[in-house]
C-alpha cells in the first residue's frame, strides 16, 4: 500500500533531481537487439561507492561476491509513471535504463520493489553496458 504523503515526497524529489530516462525491456544480443517495451520517464541516478569499513566488518572482501563493484549505481523509479507510460510491471534483471543525457546504458542487476514501496518506488541496482 503506497502511502500519499511518502509519495509526495518522492514526487518532489524526482521534480529537484530527477533525470530523463528511458526503461528499456530488450530481446536478442547485439547487433540484432529488438526493444519490447519502453518507457520515458524521470528517475533518480545515484553513483554506489563501496564502504570499506561496512565490508570489512561484514566479512565480504572486495573480491568476493556480494561486494559493491565499482560502476554499480541504483535507479529509483516511480513505478506509476512505468505504468502510465505501459511499461509492463515487474522490472526484471537484464532490462535496460538509458540515460539519454550522457547516452549511457545500464543493465539492470537486481530490482527491489520493497525496499521503496510505501513511496510507490523501485530501487534497480544498475551497471554500465560496456
Known amino acids: 500500500m503506497v502511502d500519499l504523503s511518502t509519495q509526495a515526497a518522492y514526487e518532489e524529489a524526482f521534480a529537484v533531481c530527477g533525470v530523463a530516462a528511458t526503461v528499456q525491456r530488450v530481446s536478442g544480443f547485439a547487433p540484432n537487439v529488438t526493444v519490447l517495451a519502453q518507457a520515458s520517464i524521470t528517475a533518480i541516478v545515484r553513483n554506489i561507492t563501496a564502504d570499506s569499513t561496512a565490508t570489512a ?3 565480504i572482501g572486495a573480491s568476493q561476491m556480494g ?5 554499480d549505481r541504483t535507479v529509483i523509479v516511480m513505478a506509476s509513471d512505468l505504468s502510465a507510460a505501459g ?3 515487474p522490472v526484471q534483471r537484464g532490462d535496460q535504463v538509458v540515460l539519454p543525457d550522457s547516452s ?3 543493465n539492470v542487476l ?3 520493489p520493497y525496499k521503496r514501496a510505501l ?3 523501485i530501487e534497480l541496482t544498475v551497471v554500465g553496458v560496456s
Open 57 to 59: 566488518s561484514a566479512g
Open 67 to 71: 561486494s559493491i563493484e565499482q560502476g
Open 87 to 89: 511499461f509492463p510491471l
Open 104 to 106: 549511457e546504458v545500464l
Open 110 to 112: 537486481r530490482v527491489d
Open 119 to 121: 513511496a510507490g518506488a
